[in-house]
Structure formats: C-alpha cells, structure tokens
C-alpha cells in the first residue's frame, strides 16, 4: 500500500517517504543563513485531499519520548540549535524563542521547540507563541522535511483542525504514531479525521488510533465503522470499544474465516481436519498422528427420536470431562486474547467449542455459532442452553439450515431465551405429546406455556 501523492500545486512531500534531503548545513556564517525575516525560496503548499492512502509498509516511525519532555534526536542537534539554546545567553534564547535568530527555517523550528520548554518562563511563553504563529513559508519549507518526531508532534497541537497542514504532517514518515492518535483524540475537523481514519498501515500498527476515534464526538458514525470492519477483517478486535461486536455479527461465516486466517491456534486444540492438513504439510508436532482425534457426535436420526429431557441432558455431557482435559483447554484459552478466542472458536476442536460459546464476550460465543465445523449435536445443545449468550439461540432460531432438524425446533420451543415469536412457530410443528410436555413445564415461557395448553384444549374439542 501506498500514500497517493496530494494534487494540485508545484513539486510536493514525496507521501510514501519525504523528498531526500541535504544533510544540515554548518554551523552557519552570517552570509549564508537565511534570515527569518526574509522569504524562503521553497515550493507552493500542496493542495489538500480528502482521502490518503494508507502508508506503504516499512520501517515504523520515531516514536515520541515517553515523559514528553522537550528532547531532540541527537541528529537533529545541529551546531545552531546548540548556540540558540541549552547554556546560550538569555538574550540570545529570547531573540531565538521570538523566530528571529538569523538561521534556516529547519533549525529554527528546533530551537524553537526546544526554547517551549525553556526555565526561564518569558522565553517558554514567548517559544510557545511563535510555535503557534509560523507563518506559511516556515511551515511549507519544514513540515514535509525530515524533522523530528517531537517537533512535528507539537506542530500537529496547535494545527490539529488545518486541514492543509495536517495532510502534509500526517504524510511524513517522520511523524509518530502516538501523534496520529493525539490527532484523532483532540480535532473537530472532519477532513483531519478522514486522513487519520483511511491510513490503514497506521491503524493496524497503532490501535490507540481507533480507540481516539470513537472517543472524538466529531467523528462520523460511518468513518468509525468503515475503521473497524476493517480492522475486523484482518483478525484485529479491541475489547473496550463496543462496536467491534457489531461489526463481528455483519460478517458472515467465510467472511469470518477470512479474517481470522492467519491467527495461529495452538495445535492440540485444532479440529481434526486442521490437525491432519498440518499433517500433511510437515507442520503437526513429531510423533503425531491422524486419526488421533474425531468429532463424532449424535446423528440427526439419533437426535431426532430424543426427547425434551434427553435433549437438555446433551449439555450437562459437554461440560463433563473426567480426565481433566478440559481444564487443560481453559488454562489454554484463558491467556487468549479476544481475537486469538474468535480463531479458535473456528479453527478449534468440539471441547474448544463447548467452553467457547459459553464465553461472557459475545463475539467470541457468536464466532462459535458461526464456526463451518460445529455439529448438528452442538447445534441442538446451544438451541437447548440457557447459560449461553441471546445472540448464539437468536442465530440459531433466524437460521433456516439450524432450525430444519426437529431436535432443534424441540430445542427452542423448551428454552425461554429463544425469541417468542420462534417458538411460537416452532410449538405448531411439535408432535402431540411433547406438546402436553411443554403445556406442563414450568421452565418455559409463560406465553409458550399458555400457547400450549391452548392448542391442548383445541384438540381436545
């Protein structure tokens, strides 16, 4: 992937790196500096766009000090920027604070930044003041360059909401991305938060960019979900931002195997398939062999001759496993994160299932529902749960192939999270006698319950 190169203007910032540029210049004689006060000869501002691509994948950008203090890279210290600052006399560090010292403009912005965090106030107030009113040759000839991190996190501060200016610093790949996600936090502009929401490279590098976009109240509920489907897509779910679980419910079950393809799964906790397809490619631990484990559940002409009590008791053998097996598997999936649980609820084994749709987070139990290698068993346990999530009996309930055995209409018509109007459906296709047990039991629905002795009393007639 690649950044698109702004249009409109004279010559612009490479957007995939920043034009090369000549090393800095010595320290600088009065003849060849180039005053503040005079008109650099630098291109015309690019024109802004609405959209940039993300940037290309490459090294990751500087990162920002930790204690954000005013602190330079010691590349970007020049023999200027140490006459101007530090231990320099207080009238030169206050000439320099006021954008007058007579050096080029990249030095200046360095002295200048650094002179922001000056102890003597009156230069710190007076640094700070001429940071936030560069005028725009300053800020044409320096925020495409290679500056640093810092520096161009402070310049996207005070323009977080210009729109011109920020698609060039946003564009630098010197800019870091903890300042993306300062960007995305802190601007109400809505062309600003375009540029941060469509660089994908620095979304998936940086997640706190997403998490700073659902918290700004001017980004558009579309930008948001546009973000998270596609960070969804690539195998990439953030627990504390809550509409990652509706976008995990728009994908449907190839779309979902998609995104969770190259999450790894441990492999004692892959399906059968899985583990003979490692197998085969010379993946499968030494010593493994197929045919070592199987899923073989209750046939539908099995499930189909049970009844309600028969059903129900299909659950409690899920959560049995005397060999201790199971809490082997838990050990295993609790250190998981949410992401790595949505891959093994698809890619894992039927105990791997059992314990998953069980899961608090709904996308993990909904992953499971969704999974291509779950059995018609599974299907009729999770319609018969009641300690599952709704949204695992309301897929089953909405889903045609699911609801077209009986055992699973039995299933639904018996457990009171199953939508009303389901199972009222469902209660019609019942046969006559699970029909009176269902008018008898007290763990239905009541609404279900007085349907049923409805329809008793109706046949009675």
């Excluded at 501060?157 to 060039?168: A, F, H, I």
Aim: hydrophobic fraction near 40%; glycine fraction near 4%; charged fraction near 25%.
């Amino acid at each position: 992937m690649e950044e698109s190169t702004p249009p409109g203007g004279s010559p612009a910032p490479a957007p995939v790196a920043p034009a090369p540029v000549a090393p800095p210049p010595p320290a600088p004689k009065a003849a060849a500096a180039v005053p503040v006060g005079e008109p650099a000869p630098v291109a015309a501002a690019p024109a802004p766009v609405a959209a940039p691509a993300p940037v290309d994948s490459g090294p990751p950008p500087p990162s920002l000090p930790a204690s954000g203090e005013r602190a330079l890279p010691p590349e970007f210290i020049s023999d200027a920027v140490r006459k101007h600052t530090g231990g320099a006399p207080a009238p030169l560090r206050m000439m320099a604070a006021k954008g007058l010292a007579p050096i080029p403009p990249r030095e200046l912005v360095h002295v200048v930044f650094l002179l922001t965090g000056d102890t003597d106030p009156k230069i710190a107030e007076a640094a700070d003041k001429s940071f936030s009113t560069f005028p725009d040759r300053i800020l044409q000839a320096v925020l495409g360059e290679k500056i640093a991190a810092p520096v161009l996190d402070l310049f996207a501060q005070k323009l977080v909401d210009n729109p011109k200016w920020m698609e060039t610093i946003l564009l630098n790949r010197q800019t870091a991305d903890e300042t993306y996600a300062k960007a995305a936090r802190l601007t109400s502009n809505e062309t600003v938060i375009g540029l941060i929401a469509n660089n994908q490279e620095r979304i998936l590098r940086h997640h706190d960019i997403c998490r700073a976009l659902k918290e700004n109240g001017h980004t558009l509920k579309s930008v948001l979900e546009n973000v998270i489907d596609f960070m969804v897509r690539v195998g990439i779910v953030l627990d504390d931002v809550p509409e990652f679980q509706d976008s995990v419910s728009r994908l449907g079950k190839t779309e979902l195997e998609e995104a969770v393809k190259h999450i790894e799964v441990p492999f004692d906790l892959l399906s059968p398939d899985l583990q003979e397809r490692a197998f085969r490619e010379g993946k499968a631990p030494q010593g493994w062999k197929p045919g070592q484990q199987t899923e073989e559940g209750k046939t539908e002409a099995e499930l189909e001759a049970m009844s309600a009590e028969e059903l129900a008791s299909l659950e409690d053998d899920d959560s049995v496993d005397a060999s201790g097996k199971r809490l082997t598997i838990n050990q295993k999936i609790m250190k998981m994160s949410t992401s790595q649980k949505i891959a093994a609820a698809l890619k894992g084994n039927k105990e791997v299932r059992s314990i998953l749709i069980r899961e608090s987070n709904r996308m993990v139990a909904e992953a499971v529902i969704k999974s291509p290698r779950i059995t018609p068993q599974e299907v009729v346990s999770a319609a018969n749960s009641r300690s599952v999530q709704d949204v695992v009996i309301r897929y089953v309930a909405n889903n045609r192939e699911m609801t077209r055995p009986y055992a699973v209409k039995l299933a639904l018509v018996n457990n009171p999270k199953a939508p009303i109007a389901v199972s009222q459906r469902f209660l019609s296709m019942l046969r006559e006698s699970d029909i009176r047990s269902v008018a008898k039991s007290k763990s239905v629905s009541a609404a279900i319950q007085q349907a049923a002795l409805r329809m008793m009393k109706a046949k009675m007639k």
